[in-house]
């Protein structure tokens, strides 16, 4: 399985910016889709997870109300779209695949960068 994120960049406080994780051999088998972030400094965080089978969504408590996680099966992605974006959203961002209930997220993509900044 291979995981291919991107869409990051730059941009001003209150913008917004829509992530994308191309996922080979996309199927309804898999468990869940998650991304993560990790800050300069600081602990990789989960930010928000979706459930292949149903589309059941997660969030951090940090971006609740601002981001939004879909799967799309016809492009075989999982797609983050973050508005009202705020300069303690800047990280590296990570798509990653949790196969199964009974596993981890074992598979993960490259990083893509997100900067708010004015």
């Known amino acids: 399985v291979q995981l291919q994120a991107s869409g990051g960049g730059l941009v001003q406080p209150g913008g917004s910016l829509r992530l994308s994780c191309d996922v080979s051999?996309?199927?309804?088998?898999?468990?869940?889709i998650g991304w993560f972030r990790q800050a300069p400094g600081k602990e990789r965080e989960r930010v928000s997870c979706?459930?292949?089978?149903?589309?059941?969504?997660h969030y951090v408590d940090s971006v609740e109300g601002r981001f939004a996680i879909s799967r799309d099966f016809a492009k075989n992605s999982v797609d983050l779209r973050m508005n009202n974006l705020k300069p303690e959203d800047t990280a590296v961002y990570y798509c990653?695949?949790?196969?199964?209930?009974?596993?981890?997220?074992?598979?993960w993509g490259q990083g893509t960068l997100v900067t708010v900044s004015s």
């Open positions: 990653a695949l949790r196969p199964s209930v009974a596993r981890n997220f074992d598979f």
């Open positions: 051999d996309f199927t309804l088998n898999y468990f869940s």
């Open positions: 979706i459930s292949v089978s149903d589309g059941s969504r």
